[in-house]
């Protein structure tokens, strides 16, 4: 039911004048036309102010001013406001102070049950792909947003995008397995930001590396490389092994193969550097909000192991379309992947590197990575091997082969 507008202020300005409602509205035609403003005529006014005295309605703008200079008095005296121009308006500090109170609540044990969240998440992911953890990301992912938007204080800001980094990054790999470039990018946007905010080098190489598949996936491997090279002179360890790999990936897209073996060195370097730090051990118990968080307790997919190297190692070569990448992919393949779109992608690889020479071979692989994209909900490699029309054919191109081995 419509709330009604309390009447009495306007009823008794009018009262006080002494006038009967015909005067008034006769009152208020001859203030509109000094003024040069129209108004309706004396007898619909009669009618108007009934209503307006009555609750039934609000003036419009332009009566309400000239119903306060007529009683001289202002509209909220005469009771005719009117509704916020943003009915939302009136409860949004009330929305801000709960939001804020909400973030200032966030503890130990609240971050480790978004720790929790996240390692389940990740595990889901890694058996079932979108079609098991996509919501439970989403939340996730919202959740943590939505909490380090009202956090204040650095400590605690960077103890919230500790856990939004590899959670934002994992919802970045799982929308380009839907084949939704422009919601990945946003989405390892948003872990760059996060990984940023919590001081994370790993992370942010995890959401570089993912943009610049996103921009080779839309046909921008020029774009790509230039992202990385922007900013891979600038980390080390496990964040510049993963840029570099994912540099080697564009770089092969673009046909620049000594450009790629450069790349592929690098990574190669940066992840027996001395200094490179195992992010994979038992993870400690989490610190309370106040006093920072490890990223890396909490993002299993930000190390770099050898299997990762032989993984981008292999992906590239067959984009060059060199046979040698058969053997680096047998061997990623033989070590545990971490997850089924590691598999998957493995499988695709493989796919298009042994068509020239191994076609049942070839075939036999197309037909498990169809089989694991399937599984996991990944329109993506299904559209890919579909337009490969099975990976038998020795023309094929592969630039744009399931690359999210480099976004977690």
Request: proline share 7%; hydrophobic share 50%; no cysteine.
């Amino acid at each position: 039911m419509t709330a009604r507008h309390e009447p009495s202020g306007l009823r008794a300005a009018r009262r006080a004048r002494g006038w009967s409602q015909s005067e008034a509205a006769r009152e208020l035609v001859a203030l509109a036309r000094a003024h040069g403003a129209p108004v309706a005529g004396a007898a619909s006014l009669k009618t108007l102010l009934s209503r307006w005295e009555n609750g039934h309605a609000v003036p419009e703008l332009q009566y309400r001013a000239l119903l306060g200079e007529l009683y001289g008095r202002t509209p909220a005296e005469l009771g005719i406001t009117g509704p916020s121009a943003d009915p939302e308006a009136d409860t949004a500090p009330a929305r801000l102070r709960g939001a804020l109170a909400a973030a200032a609540a966030v503890d130990t044990a609240a971050l480790e049950l978004w720790h929790a969240q996240l390692e389940l998440a990740v595990r889901l992911d890694d058996e079932l792909g979108v079609a098991g953890a996509a919501e439970l990301v989403r939340v996730l992912v919202d959740a943590l947003d939505h909490t380090l938007r009202h956090v204040i204080g650095d400590p605690a800001r960077a103890a919230v995008a500790a856990v939004l980094a590899p959670a934002a990054a994992l919802a970045g790999a799982q929308e380009l397995d839907r084949g939704r470039p422009d919601q990945a990018w946003q989405r390892y946007d948003l872990a760059r930001t996060a990984a940023g905010t919590a001081g994370h080098a790993p992370g942010i190489g995890v959401a570089l590396a993912g943009q610049a598949s996103v921009l080779v996936d839309v046909g921008e491997p020029a774009a790509a490389v230039a992202l990385l090279e922007a900013v891979e002179p600038g980390v080390d360890g496990p964040a510049r092994a993963r840029l570099a790999g994912a540099r080697a990936a564009a770089l092969a897209a673009t046909g620049d193969a000594a450009g790629t073996h450069r790349a592929l060195g690098i990574a190669l370097q940066s992840r027996s550097d001395p200094g490179t730090e195992p992010l994979l051990a038992d993870p400690p118990a989490p610190a309370p909000a106040g006093q920072g968080t490890r990223i890396d307790a909490v993002a299993p997919g930000f190390a770099v192991e050898l299997a990762d190297v032989e993984r981008w190692h292999g992906h590239a070569l067959a984009v060059l379309g060199d046979a040698a990448a058969v053997a680096p992919l047998q061997r990623a393949l033989a070590a545990p992947p971490r997850s089924v779109r590691h598999r998957a992608a493995l499988h695709a690889d493989l796919a298009l590197a042994l068509a020239p020479q191994h076609p049942e071979d070839a075939v036999r692989h197309a037909r498990q990575a169809r089989a694991l994209a399937e599984r996991i909900g990944s329109a993506r490699t299904q559209a890919l091997l579909a337009a490969r029309g099975g990976a038998t054919a020795p023309a094929m191109s592969a630039a744009t082969i399931d690359r999210s081995e480099f976004e977690r």
